[in-house]
């Protein structure tokens, strides 16, 4: 398989992008936990998980640590420039060997870099406009895991990895 790093914003893509607060400076996301299947299918195959963000939240934090996220980067203005540097650090190529998604003006800049490229279905037609794909599930819906499922269908392994979870199922 041709990618070596999967790259992920988070408010649009595993949000809805919407932003709840209370009276008492409390503040909630809601995310969909189907997304942690893609989260293990990349986990499976040794392909480390990037979420690049301009948010700078405890709550993107937590999500991260729970899963066991292998990069974290928030508060970020030029998501390319991290995701260059990422690569960088480990030695892959932008072009050639990361997919990303993202749902903004924002991650325009780095979804025109990257191998694989794409939006969910509720970010601006702008931004579907430069995605390599235009995916079915909107933002918050777990557009993150039909991201992930799209590209292990892409090079073929999508039912191997499934048939795997199932026998372990099969045997519990």
Excluded: H, Q
Excluded at 28 to 57: H, Q, Y
């Amino acid at each position: 398989m041709d990618i070596k790093l999967v790259l992920t914003d988070i408010d649009g893509v595993w949000t809805d992008g919407g932003m709840f607060y209370d009276n008492k400076d409390n503040e909630w996301k809601k995310f969909n936990t189907s997304d942690s299947a893609g989260v293990l299918f990349l986990r499976k195959l040794n392909i480390p998980l990037g979420i690049i963000t301009g948010e700078d939240t405890e709550i993107v934090r937590r999500r991260a640590e729970k899963l066991k996220i292998e990069y974290l980067f928030m508060g970020v203005r030029n998501k390319l420039k991290v995701a260059k540097s990422l690569c960088d650090k480990l030695n892959l190529d932008l072009t050639k060997d990361v997919a990303y998604i993202g749902d903004d003006i924002n991650d325009i800049p780095l979804l025109k870099e990257v191998r694989i490229s794409a939006a969910p279905d509720s970010a601006p037609v702008y931004v579907k406009k430069i995605a390599k794909w235009n995916l079915e599930k909107s933002g918050g819906e777990g557009v993150f895991r039909e991201f992930v499922e799209k590209i292990l269908e892409k090079y073929g392994l999508l039912d191997s990895l499934i048939n795997e979870y199932l026998e372990i199922f099969k045997y519990s």
